[in-house]
């Protein structure tokens, strides 16, 4: 199984992996949607775990996880997502809809 991990904070992305971790299970570690971009020209992942705020902005293109998915499910990408974010529950359910993410969870920042 192939696990892509958008994720900017890189000490998060490790611990993802290292929760994750079984033998078999291999990740792709992204920090920005750039490199996910060209990880996902090579590669074709079974779980995509995408954070929803993301250093990459600007005119162009996606700007957050929620954009990101929103290209995966045009480009014809169909395997399951799960949304990662420090946004508040409130927030974040007022801005979610059903881009074709299946989960999403939240995470304290001490």
Do not use: W
């Not at 992204?30 to 705020?53: E, F, G, M, S």
């Amino acid at each position: 199984m192939l696990i892509l991990i958008l994720e900017d904070d890189t000490a998060l992305c490790s611990g993802i992996e290292l929760a994750l971790a079984v033998p078999g299970r291999q990740f792709l570690s992204c920090h920005n949607i750039a490199a996910a971009k060209i990880a996902l020209q090579i590669n074709t992942p079974d779980l995509y775990i995408l954070d929803i705020n993301l250093p990459d902005a600007g005119p162009s293109g996606a700007s957050s996880g929620l954009d990101f998915c929103k290209e995966l499910r045009a480009a014809g990408f169909t395997a399951p997502v799960l949304m990662l974010t420090a946004i508040s529950r409130s927030r974040l359910l007022s801005a979610v809809h059903p881009d074709g993410f299946h989960l999403f969870s939240y995470y304290a920042v001490f």
